[in-house]
């Protein structure tokens, strides 16, 4: 049973990232003003939708074809796309880069984001390259439920999305 968000700090060691982490194919670049997923609406057999808000083309792909198996994915590369993309869409969970360039970076869109009071049931999850226990600090107290390092392992990525989400 999932009693409200839990805080896990997920700083791996280079033994721990996977190799293969670091690889994405060239041909799975995607423009990231495309959006791949569909709608959460209430009772339709639509699989759960992921918000991934990363401004790295590599690491877009990364993590679709990290996810695409198990969920539908949705990606926004700025703080204009991702405002955008929430017009439509509730996704299930939003991975949030730290580091986005432009007028806003992922701390402040996750501040932003709990503001309001439609979505503050849905986790945020801190992705960054950063691994420093301010940085860890910092995330949390802007409202994010994890704090995961780049690059991800997928299966522990998979365990943690699963133990955040409600069924």
């Not at 993590?63 to 869409?89: D, I, N, P």
């Not at 992922?106 to 950063?130: C, E, K, N, Y």
Request: with cysteine; charged share 30%.
């Amino acid at each position: 049973m999932n009693r409200g968000p839990r805080h896990h700090d997920l700083t791996m060691s280079e033994n721990e990232r996977p190799k293969s982490a670091l690889m994405a194919s060239a041909n799975s670049r995607t423009d990231s003003s495309v959006i791949e997923g569909s709608v959460d609406k209430p009772g339709s057999d639509s699989r759960r939708t992921v918000l991934v808000v990363e401004d790295d083309p590599d690491t877009q792909a990364l993590m679709k074809a990290q996810l695409r198996r198990h969920y539908e994915v949705v990606t926004a590369a700025s703080e204009e796309e991702f405002w955008s993309v929430l017009e439509g869409l509730k996704p299930c969970l939003v991975l949030m880069d730290l580091s986005l360039e432009g007028s806003q970076d992922g701390l402040t869109l996750t501040r932003q984001f709990r503001a309001d009071s439609r979505r503050d049931s849905i986790p945020v999850v801190a992705l960054t390259a950063h691994v420093t226990t301010g940085d860890r600090e910092r995330a949390i107290a802007a409202g994010c439920a994890l704090y995961i390092s780049k690059p991800v392992d997928r299966r522990r990525l998979l365990d943690l999305i699963g133990s955040l989400i409600r069924p």
